[in-house]
């Protein structure tokens, strides 16, 4: 006796068919990225900095932010959004991403860390780890939590925050004395993101807002002309991953030289520098700006 299959059960059985073999590859591709160890996300670099310095190898750690990305305009990938899901720690600053804020919120849950409470942000800006000491204080935080998810580390992540410690409060001191005896205070740079260095009797005139994108108002550069002239500026600053056009062209348009201050978003592609070695470039930089007396 024969029969014929109806063909809406050939359509069905094919697409399960389909949907199965599509699924095998994306499931061992995430298999392999799991090597077994926790898994602790970080939003951005400072944080994965954070989280390398105290965890070492101890973790898998996953930065959302791909070097030589920006992270305030960053919109987390399925792929992306499923490692926050799945880690055992998320450690992000709320505010910096919207994107990701929203990702962390409805997947993350009580495995997620917002250093945003813990490092006094002030006048809504972001660039907290500008600061070393607040920096510190976001250590302070993401060990608590790691020894709590892997408790069979915790004297060991205690003795590499306390390093961590040394390396921080140690930037700290260098910004402090080296930036004590100077011609100038202002820096003018390409964007609002060094202001929690001001502690260190700096002043800072951004070219554009809190985000590199934003476009400064003809009102603004002439602003900007009028305190370069009354201050003696040298320099104007651009940013490492961020566009240089505006720096330049305001840098082009007044004769100053145009130089690189990196507000640590990120990590240009390709770079072997970290947060330590960056910032005391940076340093290096506002000092040879501002004629500041170095002491040998």
């Not at 994965?48 to 965890?55: E, R």
Request: net charge negative.
């Amino acid at each position: 006796m024969s029969f014929r299959i109806p063909r809406r059960s050939v359509r069905v059985r094919l697409a399960t068919l389909i949907a199965t073999l599509m699924v095998i590859p994306l499931a061992a591709c995430s298999a392999s990225d799991d090597d077994g160890r926790p898994t602790v996300v970080a939003s951005f670099y400072p944080l994965q900095y954070v989280v390398d310095q105290i965890a070492g190898d101890r973790v898998r750690v996953v930065n959302l932010t791909a070097p030589g990305v920006e992270p305030h305009d960053l919109d987390p990938s399925t792929k992306q959004i499923s490692e926050i899901s799945g880690a055992d720690l998320v450690v992000y600053s709320d505010g910096l991403a919207p994107a990701v804020d929203k990702a962390v919120e409805q997947n993350a849950g009580k495995d997620a860390l917002d250093v945003s409470k813990v490092v006094d942000l002030t006048d809504d800006n972001p660039h907290f780890w500008l600061d070393p000491l607040r920096l510190e204080k976001a250590a302070e935080a993401v060990e608590a939590r790691l020894a709590e998810a892997v408790p069979d580390h915790a004297d060991e992540f205690a003795t590499n925050l306390a390093a961590l410690k040394t390396t921080l409060e140690g930037l700290d001191a260098a910004y402090t004395a080296g930036l004590k005896d100077c011609a100038r205070n202002l820096v003018v740079t390409s964007h609002d993101a060094f202001g929690y260095q001001k502690r260190y009797g700096l002043e800072f005139a951004p070219i554009a807002g809190l985000s590199p994108d934003a476009e400064p108002s003809p009102a603004r550069i002439a602003e900007l002309h009028d305190l370069i002239k009354s201050d003696g500026i040298t320099t104007v600053f651009s940013e490492t991953i961020a566009s240089p056009k505006m720096a330049e062209t305001l840098a082009d348009e007044l004769g100053l030289r145009a130089a690189v201050l990196d507000p640590l978003e990120g990590i240009a592609k390709g770079s072997s520098e970290d947060y330590a070695s960056i910032m005391k470039s940076n340093l290096v930089s506002l000092q040879e700006a501002n004629g500041c007396r170095v002491q040998s």
